[in-house]
């Protein structure tokens, strides 16, 4: 079926003569910057560092010469990777703190100690998130109503914490971290979920556009993750397209490095479909999800 998904979706992409991101080799790509250790001197702040996407993208950074601020709400999680990355890359500066993104004060004391530490944060991730919705009308409103709160209110708190530090260096690299579940309206557990991804990649957009209006030369990026196998969803059923967690990182983080508005990642398929999710039939949709 996802074959047959996917012709479909390149067929629907090519008739509308929609745009799709180009696809970098992320393996070639990241070699040459390996090779240039392009990420010394510089730091990246990641949240929802403990583990996931973030404790990959922490790894990768490092391996480009990135000094890392992160932070999490499990700190025994990041003590060990502090340990590890520092044996691993002593030339690098790493540091941690504990947050839980839900309170929104200390998102904003975090980041600012963070830039006061290290001087200058040249980019932020907003990566922190959590996966859990509930159909709606199930009687589960609290359930989605900490996802929304977590997944926008919170990213919300980190993009207005972000480009505060920002402003003031005049300069920086505002990442988010959306979904390929924010291309459209999705059934079941995703419902509130991509409800939320999508205000957040229009959210970035809104940034961008003020970065555009105000002449400034702060970069603005949305990355469209689709599926990657990770800890956090180790026991999940096989999903389409889906990818190990190492693949999906170095698609990431390429895309991340080449500076893009948005990028859908991996790139192929996920351009394709992200731009075909659009305009197929929702019980198409539906199939994908």
Same mark, same amino acid.
């Given at each position: 079926m996802p074959h047959k998904l996917i012709e479909r979706a390149t067929q629907t992409a090519k008739q509308g003569s929609l745009q799709v991101y180009s696809a970098i080799q992320p393996a070639r790509y990241l070699k040459g910057l390996l090779k240039q250790q392009v990420g010394h001197g510089k730091t990246v702040l990641i949240t929802g560092a403990s583990s996931g996407l973030g404790e990959s993208m922490a790894r990768l950074f490092a391996t480009l010469g990135?000094?890392?601020?992160?932070? $999490? @709400? @499990?700190?025994?999680r990041? $003590? %060990?990777? %502090? #340990?590890?990355? !520092? #044996?691993?890359?002593?030339?690098? @500066?790493?540091e941690y703190r504990a947050l839980d993104v839900s309170d929104y004060a200390s998102v904003f004391h975090v980041f600012n100690a963070f830039a006061k530490?290290?001087? %200058?944060?040249?980019?932020? /991730? /907003?990566? $922190?998130? /959590?996966?859990? !919705? @509930?159909?709606?009308?199930k009687g589960r409103f609290e359930t989605n109503r900490r996802t929304a709160e977590i997944n926008f209110v919170s990213a919300l708190a980190q993009c207005e914490a972000a480009m505060t530090i920002f402003r003031a260096q005049n300069s920086g690299h505002l990442v988010v971290i959306s979904s390929m579940s924010a291309m459209r309206g999705l059934p079941k557990h995703m419902t509130t979920y991509g409800a939320c991804k999508a205000g957040l990649a229009y959210l970035a957009e809104g940034i961008r556009a003020d970065m555009i209006l105000d002449n400034?030369?702060?970069? /603005?990026?949305?990355i469209y993750p689709g599926y990657i196998r990770t800890e956090i969803n180790t026991n #999940?059923?096989?999903l389409p397209f889906e990818v190990d967690a190492e693949t999906g990182t170095a698609s990431i983080v390429a895309a991340i490095e080449a500076g893009v508005n948005e990028a859908?990642?991996? !790139?192929?398929?996920? !351009?394709?479909?992200? %731009?075909?999710m659009k305009h197929l039939p929702l019980s198409m949709v539906n199939k994908i999800s």
């Open positions: 990135y000094n890392l601020a992160i932070c $999490a @709400r @499990r700190t025994e990041l $003590a %060990q990777l %502090q #340990a590890e990355l !520092s #044996a691993r890359h002593p030339d690098i @500066r790493i530490d290290f001087g %200058q944060i040249d980019r932020v /991730v /907003v990566n $922190a998130g /959590v996966g859990e !919705s @509930r159909r709606i009308g400034l030369p702060i970069k /603005v990026s949305t #999940a059923k096989p859908c990642v991996p !790139s192929l398929p996920w !351009s394709i479909v992200g %731009q075909a």
